[in-house]
Every structure is written in structure tokens, then in C-alpha cells.
């Protein structure tokens, strides 16, 4: 399903008097489009609750947009294919570096989506909320927040604090889930269920990890929504940057997907990473390998296309890789046959674990392709020193003379500048 539609919203938490005076002026056009900042006081109303609670999906959606889209180019589950500039892969991360002075934009847009939902749902709570089902979806949000943060940044920093461990977001994300999951109900509580599993998967806990993902069916999605008509900052930026004029800024030329997918060429491809072959470039010359052919995805065809957050797809991967963690590679190889199955595509092969801990690797890059949730992957992966092959083009080569290869491969977003220079307490580039 479609997670909850959301209105436009600026500032710190602006927007909500679009629904606080929908409640006291019914008669009235109350489609208010960002209205500008409120003053606090607005904000304790449960008026305001419902807009709240859709500020702070909105700003997840957001933070999204940039962390999920440099992730894609980082791991190259797309390959960089012209500008640098506004919806463009800035050379750094064509070279798969992710220095502090580059990811200002990744940072403030995730630690804002942080705080609104720790914010947001204090108010709520100070307040009285509206019903429990508003209170469970405010921390599901919240919880993807803090997930966010834990599956992609090096480190931690909290409300101005100093640098921790990454698992301070992990951690605040299992805490947002078991509320989310107590509050709300219906698709809400299986979300929430589902997304507690995918942080037990990144922390190491298997059995707790399991235990989530058994209650999620295979068939059930839950979706962070984009608007194609409501402004840059509310498009599926992926999307955004590799169809709409002028950009063309990536593609899946160069990438392991060119030769996985479905494409005119390729019409037997895996319908799970679809993708069109052109005779065009992209807009410019790119460091590695000067013109490349545009090549864009197609799984998110239109500005306004939804992002999964979580599915039952994943779930069976977190059992498969469970199975690979106790020994059992048979068993693995089954869950993730299964899904290969659903898809119509031809049973992966493994006579041993390692092989199997490939297809898991292979399988969840396709699952989850263009998600936001390849670069957390490597890193656990690299954390725990997992047998099993990535593919070498999702590897660096060390060399810029190698073309397409990326020169290196950072496995995190650090703090950014922007903390650096106004938190004292953190000290220099960190991450």
C-alpha cells in the first residue's frame, strides 16, 4: 500500500495550518498550500495533529531523496552519466567518496527529519492524541527517521551533542517501531513490524529479526510518497534526475544491472530492475569516461512515483540471510529462489554457503534496487566480513584508469561541514 498522503510543508513544521484552519473555517477553500511558518502555540492543537504527523513523512521523503540517491551512485546501482550540478552526481561520489564538504544537503535534511519526529510527537503526546492510530503513525515515521540515519551515517550526533556510535539512531529506531507498532493498527503496525525487522537484521539480531519479518506477508509494501506537481523538493529525485530535461544525470550503462535487467535488448531481464536503452548521452562528459550512453531507469516512470520503505520481499531475504548466519545455505537458497520464482525469473544456483551468501548479496540488490538500502548493506556486510562476491563493478578498482570502475567506495556519509563548523562539540572532520 501507499503509505499516507502528505501536504507540502516548510519551515519547522509549516504547513499545519492548512489543516488547523480547515477545522475552524469549514465553509471556506481549505486547500492551503505552505502557508509559511506558525507560531508554537498552533502546534498544540489537535487541529494540528494530523499535519504534524504528515510533516514529519515529509521530511523523510526528503532526507530520502538525497541519502537513497548518492547511496545508488556510491554502490552503483546507477552510474553517473552528466551534470554535477542541481539534480546531478557531484565528482566526489562519481569517484565513490562521501567527504564531509559535500553532504551538508544529506545531513541537515536527515537530522531535520529526525527532529520533527521526535518533536512532532512530543507534541502530540503533551497535547493528547487524537487517536492512537495518529500517535502510531507519527513514530513509524519517526522510526524510518532514525533508520535513515542508522543504516547510512558514520556516526552519530544528536540535538547538538557529541559524536557516538551510529547505533544511537538504531537504537531510537527500534524504540519509535515498538511504539509505532503498539499505537497504530492495520498497515501501520505491519510496517512498523516489518521495519523493526530490517534494524534487528542491521544490528545482528537474527532470532528478533525473524521473529518480525514471519508476521509480514510476502505481498505487503509500504510506501514513502512523492507529488510530480507540488515542487522540486516533493519529486522522486531519483527519478527526477535521470528522465527529466536537462539532467539525464545517470544510468545503468557501467552498472551489473545493464546485464541483469529487462530492457528492449533484454526482454527476458529481471522485471525487478527494468530500464530503457536510448541513443542518447547524458547532458556531459563524465571524469571516468567521458560521454556515456543514457541509459535510465524505469522503475520510478513518473516525478510522483512512491519509494518502498519496507515489503515483504525483504522480509523473506531476512530469513534467507538468518539461514546463511546459522549454516543452513540450503534453506537460504530456498527463500531466496522463492521470490526469484514470483518473478518469473530462473532459479539461483549455490553448492556451498559462500556461493550462497552471493545470491543473497545479488538478491537483495535487486529486491531492494534503488531503495536506499544498498549502502547500509555493504557496510554491515564489510563490518562483518561476510563471505560471498559483489559484483566488480560495484567495487572500486583503486585506479581512475580502470573507466567505469569506481576509484574508491566510502561506505557512509560522515558528519557534514555544516555540523563541524557550528557544534563545538565536535572537533574536525569526523566519519
Same mark, same amino acid.
Request: hydrophobic share 35%; aromatic share 8%; with cysteine.
Given at each position: 500500500?501507499?503509505?499516507?498522503?502528505?501536504?507540502?510543508?516548510?519551515?519547522?513544521?509549516? @504547513?499545519? *495550518?492548512?489543516?488547523?484552519?480547515?477545522?475552524?473555517?469549514?465553509?471556506?477553500?481549505?486547500?492551503?498550500?505552505?502557508?509559511?511558518?506558525? #507560531?508554537?502555540?498552533?502546534?498544540?492543537?489537535?487541529?494540528?495533529?494530523?499535519?504534524?504527523?504528515?510533516?514529519?513523512?515529509?521530511?523523510?521523503? !526528503?532526507?530520502?531523496?538525497?541519502?537513497?540517491?548518492?547511496?545508488?551512485?556510491?554502490?552503483?546501482?546507477?552510474?553517473?552519466?552528466?551534470?554535477?550540478?542541481?539534480?546531478?552526481?557531484?565528482?566526489?561520489?562519481?569517484?565513490?567518496?562521501?567527504?564531509?564538504?559535500?553532504?551538508?544537503?544529506?545531513?541537515?535534511?536527515?537530522?531535520?527529519?529526525?527532529?520533527?519526529?521526535?518533536?512532532?510527537?512530543?507534541?502530540?503526546?503533551?497535547?493528547?492524541?487524537?487517536?492512537?492510530?495518529?500517535?502510531?503513525?507519527?513514530?513509524?515515521?519517526?522510526?524510518?527517521?532514525?533508520?535513515?540515519?542508522?543504516?547510512?551515517?558514520?556516526?552519530?550526533?544528536?540535538? @547538538?551533542?557529541?559524536?557516538?556510535?551510529?547505533?544511537?539512531?538504531?537504537? @531510537?529506531?527500534?524504540?519509535?517501531?515498538?511504539?509505532?507498532?503498539?499505537?497504530?493498527?492495520?498497515?501501520?503496525?505491519?510496517?512498523?513490524?516489518?521495519?523493526?525487522?530490517?534494524?534487528?537484521?542491521?544490528?545482528?539480531?537474527?532470532?528478533?529479526?525473524?521473529?518480525?519479518?514471519?508476521?509480514?506477508?510476502?505481498?505487503?509494501?509500504?510506501?514513502?510518497?512523492?507529488?510530480?506537481?507540488?515542487?522540486?523538493?516533493?519529486?522522486?529525485?531519483?527519478?527526477?534526475?535521470?528522465?527529466?530535461?536537462?539532467?539525464?544525470?545517470?544510468?545503468?550503462?557501467?552498472?551489473?544491472?545493464?546485464?541483469?535487467?529487462?530492457?528492449?535488448?533484454?526482454?527476458?531481464?529481471?522485471?525487478?530492475?527494468?530500464?530503457?536503452?536510448?541513443?542518447?548521452?547524458?547532458?556531459?562528459?563524465?571524469?571516468?569516461?567521458?560521454?556515456?550512453?543514457?541509459?535510465?531507469?524505469?522503475?520510478?516512470?513518473?516525478?510522483?512515483?512512491?519509494?518502498?520503505?519496507?515489503?515483504?520481499?525483504?522480509?523473506?531475504?531476512?530469513?534467507?540471510?538468518?539461514? *546463511?548466519?546459522?549454516?543452513?545455505?540450503?534453506?537460504?537458497?530456498?527463500?531466496?529462489?522463492?521470490?526469484?520464482?514470483?518473478?518469473?525469473?530462473?532459479?539461483?544456483?549455490?553448492?556451498?554457503?559462500? !556461493?550462497?551468501?552471493?545470491?543473497?548479496?545479488?538478491?537483495?540488490?535487486?529486491?531492494?534496487?534503488?531503495?536506499?538500502?544498498?549502502?547500509?548493506?555493504?557496510?554491515?556486510?564489510? #563490518?562483518?566480513?561476510?563471505?560471498?562476491? *559483489?559484483?566488480?563493478?560495484?567495487?572500486?578498482?583503486?585506479?581512475?584508469?580502470?573507466?567505469?570502475?569506481?576509484? #574508491?567506495?566510502?561506505?557512509?556519509?560522515?558528519?557534514?561541514?555544516?555540523?563541524?563548523?557550528?557544534?563545538?562539540?565536535?572537533?574536525?572532520?569526523?566519519?
Amino acid at each position: 500500500m501507499k503509505g499516507t498522503a502528505m501536504r507540502t510543508t516548510s519551515g519547522r513544521l509549516a @504547513g499545519v *495550518l492548512a489543516v488547523f484552519a480547515g477545522g475552524l473555517v469549514a465553509a471556506c477553500d481549505t486547500d492551503v498550500i505552505n502557508p509559511g511558518r506558525v #507560531q508554537e502555540q498552533f502546534l498544540l492543537e489537535t487541529e494540528a495533529q494530523d499535519a504534524i504527523v504528515q510533516g514529519i513523512g515529509r521530511g523523510v521523503s !526528503e532526507a530520502h531523496n538525497y541519502v537513497g540517491y548518492t547511496g545508488a551512485a556510491v554502490t552503483r546501482e546507477v552510474h553517473p552519466s552528466g551534470s554535477t550540478g542541481s539534480f546531478g552526481i557531484q565528482v566526489e561520489w562519481q569517484n565513490g567518496e562521501l567527504d564531509y564538504e559535500t553532504v551538508n544537503a544529506h545531513w541537515n535534511l536527515s537530522q531535520r527529519a529526525r527532529w520533527w519526529g521526535n518533536d512532532g510527537i512530543s507534541k502530540i503526546t503533551e497535547t493528547g492524541a487524537e487517536s492512537p492510530a495518529l500517535l502510531g503513525e507519527a513514530y513509524l515515521w519517526a522510526g524510518y527517521a532514525h533508520r535513515l540515519m542508522g543504516e547510512n551515517f558514520c556516526l552519530s550526533v544528536i540535538d @547538538g551533542g557529541s559524536a557516538g556510535s551510529r547505533n544511537a539512531y538504531l537504537e @531510537g529506531a527500534l524504540a519509535h517501531f515498538d511504539q509505532a507498532a503498539s499505537q497504530g493498527s492495520g498497515p501501520v503496525a505491519m510496517a512498523a513490524r516489518a521495519a523493526r525487522a530490517s534494524v534487528k537484521a542491521f544490528m545482528g539480531d537474527w532470532a528478533g529479526a525473524t521473529a518480525d519479518a514471519a508476521g509480514v506477508p510476502d505481498d505487503f509494501v509500504w510506501m514513502l510518497p512523492y507529488y510530480p506537481d507540488k515542487g522540486d523538493a516533493t519529486k522522486n529525485r531519483i527519478q527526477f534526475a535521470s528522465h527529466a530535461q536537462p539532467y539525464k544525470a545517470h544510468t545503468l550503462k557501467y552498472t551489473k544491472y545493464e546485464m541483469m535487467g529487462r530492457s528492449e535488448n533484454n526482454p527476458d531481464g529481471d522485471p525487478r530492475v527494468p530500464f530503457e536503452i536510448t541513443d542518447e548521452t547524458g547532458d556531459a562528459a563524465v571524469q571516468c569516461c567521458g560521454q556515456v550512453p543514457w541509459w535510465p531507469q524505469t522503475k520510478y516512470d513518473e516525478p510522483g512515483s512512491d519509494i518502498p520503505l519496507s515489503k515483504g520481499a525483504e522480509m523473506r531475504l531476512i530469513e534467507a540471510e538468518a539461514m *546463511l548466519n546459522g549454516g543452513n545455505w540450503q534453506g537460504a537458497m530456498e527463500k531466496i529462489n522463492a521470490l526469484r520464482t514470483a518473478a518469473e525469473m530462473p532459479m539461483a544456483e549455490a553448492s556451498n554457503t559462500v !556461493e550462497a551468501w552471493t545470491a543473497l548479496k545479488h538478491e537483495r540488490g535487486v529486491v531492494l534496487w534503488l531503495e536506499g538500502r544498498r549502502l547500509g548493506d555493504f557496510f554491515r556486510w564489510n #563490518q562483518n566480513n561476510t563471505p560471498g562476491e *559483489l559484483a566488480d563493478l560495484e567495487q572500486p578498482s583503486g585506479s581512475a584508469s580502470e573507466g567505469s570502475h569506481l576509484v #574508491q567506495q566510502d561506505l557512509c556519509f560522515p558528519i557534514a561541514r555544516s555540523e563541524v563548523d557550528t557544534n563545538p562539540n565536535i572537533n574536525g572532520p569526523t566519519g
